[in-house]
């Protein structure tokens, strides 16, 4: 027999007492509104994040392009953005100018391990931490991400990027749980 509110396996009928259906649908919606919001991100924050062995503060110190990156609320979002990463400096400090002006100006500390923690009130965090995840030898290239998965770059020395580097950098994002999907070029 099915009916509503039944189920049949293997021959046998259940029906739900009577009366709890509405109760057990109330208690339901009310477990499920408890559950946590879904991160927000474009990584899988189940898969673990890392850094390069071949971030060394020099390699990385200096001018970077953006030319992929993921859009965030926390960052300058702009056409042709330029990274002045002062790794060595006494006081280290990242510049980010937005078509040649300063868009962001803040301290950092660098890990030799290739974490960068930005002296910002939106993004002193382990979550929000820089991770170097990827330079290729010469140090032409880079990829960025955050533990959280809610920023992600590719950057890059000048704006020519060869194709074999482009598509090492997002297998690095790929292997480090983000959707590559959600990439934009940024124009230089």
Known sequence: MSGAGTSEAAGVSVRPPAGRSPLIALVCVAVAACAPAPEPGYRDTAVPISATTRFSPAAFAGEWLVVEAFPTAFFPQCASQ????????ESPRLVVRCDGQPAFDVPMTVDPRGVLRLGSSDLDSDSR????????????????????GEMGWI??????????????????????????????????
Request: overall charge negative; aromatic content about 8%; hydrophobic content about 50%.
């Open 82 to 89: 330029h990274w002045d990463a002062m790794t060595e400096a």
């Open 129 to 148: 931490a820089l991770w170097v995840m990827w330079m290729d030898e010469e140090a032409r290239t880079a990829v960025i991400g955050t533990p959280s």
């Open 155 to 188: 950057l890059n020395r000048g704006p020519d990027l060869r194709a074999d580097r482009r598509a090492a950098a997002r297998q690095i994002m790929a292997f480090n749980g983000y959707d590559v999907a959600g990439l934009q070029e940024v124009a230089p």
